[in-house]
């Protein structure tokens, strides 16, 4: 063949070669209520990376920070629809959704962060992501939220007297609500994207999150003073939309599950970080901060609601995530 018609075959057959990884290119929608720069962005920059260089470049993401796809519920909905590909999101409102999931959230069944993990990285927390396909999910990884913590324009808060009559936001969580009633305070459910403006107008006196969320969404601005209750843990999940599941290859599936668990090394990891540095920062910014909170107290109070926890869960199932070495 003449060598000008062998270039042009060479260059249609590039071209070819281009359209059909451009055809191929598909980009998935992820989206998570904190800010960019938070622990839920940095997973999911990992989770991204992770897919987009594994799978050279047929899926990459775009990403939707700070509520611009709605609040978690709304997220959780989208995806089981297959509107919306991707969410990391607590557990706050799942267990609407995969009712299973609910124990996880009572108030201080975790000892600290090592018990966590162990749990839900183990044989407990890995039957629970099982729940989630009948439900039009695939529940990837669990992931981290954190420690959660509360904050309030009120007094500072030492023993579970002090709550008594804040109105307090609250995730839209019937197990966190029960619970924090025997504490005194007056839970007040309420999406994640209307909490600044309700903390700033006085709407509600407080909210409790962990110290990843209290930083990065600037609550120093709107809340005076920080308590370290560490009243509950808050999972997190990265739930994939079951309509992108299935259109994958089994090479694919490890490549998502695989990143998924990298995802998640690198929020905790985050999170760790932020516990470790975001206290001072919030004290530079002017919170006042009571480090030393009466915890017996707050447990002693939960009693009521444990006695509920053992007869809607099962004692013994509550058991089993507290003996977890
Ligand atoms: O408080 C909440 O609703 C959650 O902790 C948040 C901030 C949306 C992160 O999952």
Redesign the pocket.
């Known amino acids: 063949m003449p060598r000008t018609a062998l270039a042009r075959t060479g260059i249609a057959a590039a071209l070819t070669l281009l359209a059909i990884g451009a055809q191929a290119q598909t980009v998935l929608k992820i989206g998570?209520?904190?800010a960019k720069d938070s622990h839920?962005w940095v997973g999911a920059t990992a989770f991204c990376a992770e897919i987009e260089k594994n799978t050279q470049a047929r899926f990459k993401c775009q990403q939707f920070p700070s509520s611009a796809l709605g609040?978690?519920r709304e997220q959780i909905e989208a995806v089981q629809l297959g509107t919306q590909d991707l969410v990391i999101?607590?557990t706050?409102p799942v267990g609407n959704f995969v009712p299973e999931v609910k124990i996880v959230d009572i108030p201080f069944l975790f000892r600290d962060y090592d018990h966590a993990r162990k749990v839900f990285d183990g044989p407990i927390g890995q039957d629970l992501l099982t729940k989630f396909p009948p439900k039009g999910m695939v529940a990837l990884v669990w992931t981290e939220?954190g420690f959660?913590h509360i904050t309030n324009s009120k007094r500072p808060i030492v023993k579970p007297d002090d709550t008594k009559g804040l109105k307090v936001r609250t995730?839209e969580n019937k197990v966190h609500m029960d619970g924090y009633r025997t504490f005194g305070m007056l839970p007040t459910p309420m999406?994640?994207p209307e909490?600044f403006t309700a903390l700033q107008q006085g709407t509600v006196d407080g909210?409790?999150?962990?110290i990843p969320?209290i930083t990065s969404?600037k609550f120093s601005q709107v809340q005076k003073h920080l308590s370290l209750t560490g009243h509950v843990y808050?999972p997190?999940l990265l739930l994939l939309s079951n309509t992108v599941w299935s259109k994958l290859s089994e090479a694919d599936k490890r490549v998502f599950l695989d990143a998924a668990k990298t995802s998640a090394a690198a929020q905790r990891k985050k999170v760790d970080e932020d516990d470790a540095n975001g206290v001072a920062l919030l004290e530079s910014q002017g919170m006042q901060v009571v480090r030393t909170v009466d915890k017996a107290a707050f447990q002693e109070a939960l009693k009521p609601a444990y006695v509920a926890y053992a007869k809607e869960f099962g004692a013994d199932n509550i058991k089993k995530i507290q003996d977890v070495k």
Request: charged share 15%; aromatic share 14%; proline share 9%.
């Open positions: 998570y209520t904190p839920y609040g978690e999101t607590s706050g939220n959660r995730m999406a994640f909490v909210q409790e999150n962990p969320v969404s808050s997190a």
